[in-house]
């Protein structure tokens, strides 16, 4: 990117302001997230695109619009400020029993609710001062591609918003630390007493009303996906955004949801629910815990990676629950 000479002269902090505006795609915003002003960021600007002799960011009526080059610079930047943040974090040892640090992990509601409370228990008992946030973290709307349906998780923990994304995703880019936490697959749930969990056969479960979380409120989901390949199809009476309220609304009424077999062995029971094994083959799927390579030198960060492996490491027992 830039010669000897012209590296004696660079400032790391017009790579962060290059991050910031291409996050933020908006000198303003940018110029907020920075603690700084909108001339500062648009003087640092100046020099980045005389440093690297491009106009880098095209102003529109909404904000700026990154250039090509600026696009193809904005992942090994990235990458660059990983390595720098990760160095500064690990200048001190990292000790779980006196450490205070917070750390970001994402998930989809249904992966979160299945490894936070032994992560807390085995935070309370080895690191009792260190804090956890949650974000829940959604596929990209629309997206059938399994490579880019998570894309914006790994764009945040490449740019450090989380520490660590947990995806159901089995390709996951090079330039990423993976470590799979285990593998799930989807059980039917009913309330107590459904005459749908005696005789579990697939005639009977494309009769029923059918409950589907979406957060789009898209009726077809992947197993309508698999249905469609045997030859049949379902009726989606209602959609909701999260697991949490499918379990809510199936304990009251008759419809039936498919839920991971994990998830459901944890909290169908607290809703009064039942589950079966789903009356056709379901795809099985990979549970990983993402984070950038160059930000697996931080010390915590790796112990924060062998903390989630050990509470996800025992499989719930297959068939009915």
């Not at 799979?180 to 005639?203: C, N, S, W």
Request: with cysteine; charged share 20%; hydrophobic share 45%.
């Amino acid at each position: 990117m830039l010669n000897e000479t012209d590296l004696s002269r660079a400032d790391l902090n017009l790579l962060v302001l290059f991050e910031a505006v291409v996050e933020e795609r908006h000198v303003g915003r940018a110029a907020d997230r920075l603690n700084i002003s909108p001339s500062a960021v648009s003087h640092g600007l100046g020099r980045l695109r005389r440093m690297l002799n491009d106009p880098l960011f095209v102003r529109t009526p909404k904000g700026v619009v990154a250039t090509a080059r600026a696009m193809e610079l904005a992942a090994p930047i990235a990458e660059i400020l990983a390595r720098v943040r990760s160095v500064i974090t690990t200048a001190e040892p990292f000790e779980p029993a006196t450490s205070s640090r917070r750390f970001t992990l994402g998930a989809p509601d249904g992966v979160s609710a299945v490894f936070l409370s032994p992560l807390l228990a085995g935070l309370e008992r080895s690191a009792p001062h260190v804090e956890i946030s949650i974000r829940q973290l959604l596929p990209e709307p629309g997206e059938s591609s399994l490579a880019r349906v998570w894309r914006n998780a790994f764009a945040d923990v490449e740019s450090r918003a989380m520490d660590i994304a947990v995806v159901p995703a089995d390709e996951i880019p090079a330039r990423f630390h993976c470590l799979t936490l285990y593998e799930e697959d989807f059980v039917i749930a009913m309330r107590a007493g459904h005459p749908f969990a005696q005789d579990a056969k697939l005639d009977r479960y494309v009769e029923m009303r059918h409950l589907v979380v979406s957060l789009s409120g898209d009726p077809h989901g992947f197993v309508d996906t698999v249905l469609e390949q045997h030859g049949h199809s379902r009726r989606t009476v209602l959609t909701v955004p999260n697991f949490m309220l499918a379990l809510a609304i199936a304990g009251e009424s008759d419809m039936l949801v498919a839920i991971p077999r994990r998830f459901a062995t944890i909290f169908a029971p607290r809703f009064g629910l039942t589950t079966v094994n789903a009356p056709l083959p379901l795809p099985r799927f990979k549970l990983s815990a993402v984070a950038p390579r160059a930000a697996m030198m931080d010390a915590g960060l790796s112990w924060l990676f062998g903390m989630l492996s050990s509470v996800c490491e025992v499989d719930p027992p297959p068939g009915l629950l």
